[in-house]
């Protein structure tokens, strides 16, 4: 199984601001996901992305807002851009499992803007 | 992908099996049901999946009916660290999942 880490684990902004987030995992993986889960709710993939390529984006999510970085196979940034109150969330990062048919996920990233 | 329905919340002894149910009517043939939990404070842990037989692995079990409707996971000997929200995720790619409320799960001593 692989293992992932986040930086930061968790931190609080002013409004207005932007957090890059970082998801490192222990292998190559061709594929990084980015999720968000709003206070209460449930994940919400942001995003896919893969190395080499742009990544994609879903319904309700862009690219100015959610820039990602994807420079090798091991590694990946989320950053939240000119922060509101609403954006506070858990953000967490998943990669896929292979041939194991899964996704490993990373323990999250919990921000608070004020 | 198909939607599923879970029952908000459940509650089960410290010991005993607990047997998660999940529908999912709207089930494509070439779609898989997935299984995570998410443990308070956590990312979510996947757990199992299946096409339209029945699995089996060192967590849990999974039964899925024959004309594929409906799931029921069984964590054999329930422990208070099993003590999670459960999903239960149709999709045709373990790439694109889409997460529901899942069932919250109460193991109590």
């Known amino acids: 199984s692989a293992v992932i880490s986040q930086k930061p684990s968790r931190d609080i902004c002013q409004r207005g601001t932007s957090l890059t987030i970082q998801c490192q995992v222990d292998s190559q993986v061709t594929m990084m996901f980015w999720y968000r889960q709003q206070p209460g709710q449930s994940l919400t993939l942001i995003a896919t992305a893969n190395q080499g390529s742009e990544a994609t984006y879903e319904s309700g999510f862009v690219i100015d807002k959610f820039p990602i970085s994807r420079p090798n196979l091991t590694f990946s940034t989320l950053t939240v851009s000119n922060m509101s109150p609403e954006d506070s969330s858990i953000y967490l990062c998943?990669?896929?499992?292979?041939?194991?048919?899964?996704?490993?996920f990373g323990p999250g990233t919990r921000l608070l803007v004020l | 992908d198909a939607k599923t329905t879970q029952p908000t919340s459940m509650d089960c002894a410290e010991g005993r099996a607990a047997n998660l149910p999940c529908n999912h009517s709207t089930i494509s043939g070439n779609e898989y049901v997935y299984w995570y939990r998410q443990i308070h404070s956590q990312g979510p842990q996947y757990i199992i999946h299946g096409l339209k037989n029945n699995e089996t692995n060192e967590m849990a079990s999974l039964i899925i009916t024959e004309d594929r409707k409906s799931s029921t996971l069984i964590l054999p000997h329930a422990t208070l660290r099993d003590t999670a929200v459960y999903y239960c995720i149709v999709g045709s790619s373990n790439y694109k999942l889409t997460f529901g409320k899942g069932t919250l799960l109460t193991v109590n001593p």
């Open positions: 998943s990669v896929e499992g292979g041939v194991e048919e899964t996704q490993y």
